[in-house]
């Protein structure tokens, strides 16, 4: 039975200076909501409260997210707002949130093995940080369900644009029911030519103690890291391993574009401001802004200080 979940969120961000300057890439909202508590609260819902995040440096602000604030909550208190107080005091008490350092940033696989301790020999639930899914049925319940009736791991699948498959890691596998496969290989960022299907791993994964030893016989891969899946093809080699499709919608927060287009989603969806700003999603559209018209261009000169008086 799976009790934990680990949630790896080391990384620099690079791709979103300079916003992640001072500011981890996990913690940049969704709407109104950091990234990260998106995870926690899928791991949370899925019936998990024993959680780990692997952290590096520059992300104080992760673990200062899942504290109490006393001041902040008595300034709220004090002026009447009980559903902003409320909120913000469900986030420290949903869950139990530990912490360890990726002290040097060298992969996926070795931010993992920092878990090693915490884990304690027990199965445990990966789940990326910088990834949201949208689902009818809980992702994460169901790689746990899996795990508990093979007793081997299982990882989340999502089918793609065969395009696109250098970005992920991709799986050949044989299907034993609907939506589930039995996997013979996996391969890291192939390119499309050398992709063995367009399944490709979800950022969600069932994982036993073991993947730790295999992490340590994993030698450094692409960009010279520890792969993560480098680590389970050699796991591969000695247990069976599942991939179950997910029934919905990954959001990679990693990269600026699926980054909006995960605000747009969830801001049509959000109950507060979703009936307005769809309203003005379609006017966008019906305007000549929705096709990057001079007029627009106007007001991007003005921003930048030309035609200012």
């Not at 080391?10 to 940049?28: C, D, I």
């Not at 301790?117 to 940080?129: R, T, W």
Request: aromatic share 6%; hydrophobic share 40%.
């Amino acid at each position: 039975m799976i009790r934990k979940a680990v949630i790896p969120a080391a990384g620099y961000g690079t791709r979103f200076l300079p916003a992640t300057k001072a500011q981890p890439k996990e913690m940049l909202p969704v709407v109104d909501t950091p990234t990260i508590q998106f995870v926690v609260e899928e791991a949370v819902n899925a019936g998990i409260t024993d959680i780990l995040i692997i952290i590096g440096k520059g992300k104080r602000a992760i673990e200062e997210h899942f504290d109490r604030n006393f001041e902040l909550e008595a300034e709220l208190e004090a002026k009447g707002k009980t559903a902003e107080l409320e909120a913000i005091r469900r986030i420290s008490q949903m869950a139990d949130v530990h912490f360890v350092w990726q002290k040097e940033l060298r992969g996926l696989g070795d931010a993992v093995r920092c878990a090693r301790h915490h884990v304690n020999g027990e199965p445990f639930l990966l789940m990326l940080g910088d990834t949201l899914i949208q689902s009818r049925r809980s992702v994460a319940r169901r790689l746990m369900e899996l795990y508990d009736h093979y007793n081997e791991p299982v990882v989340a699948l999502e089918r793609v644009d065969p395009a696109k498959v250098s970005r992920y890691g991709v799986i050949d596998g044989t299907p034993i029911a609907d939506d589930l496969y039995l996997i013979r290989r996996l391969v890291e960022k192939p390119s499309v030519d050398e992709a063995p299907s367009n399944l490709t791993i979800a950022s969600r994964y069932a994982l036993g103690p073991r993947i730790f030893e295999y992490i340590d016989r994993t030698p450094p891969g692409k960009n010279r890291e520890i792969q993560l899946t480098d680590a389970m093809q050699l796991m591969l080699e000695d247990v069976a391993m599942y991939g179950s499709v997910i029934d919905g919608c990954r959001h990679d927060i990693g990269n600026k574009l699926d980054f909006l287009r995960t605000n747009v989603i969830f801001g049509l969806e959000h109950p507060e401001i979703g009936p307005e700003f769809r309203q003005f999603i379609r006017e966008l559209a019906a305007s000549e802004f929705g096709d990057g018209s001079s007029e627009m261009g106007d007001r991007g000169q003005g921003r930048s200080g030309k035609g200012q008086a």
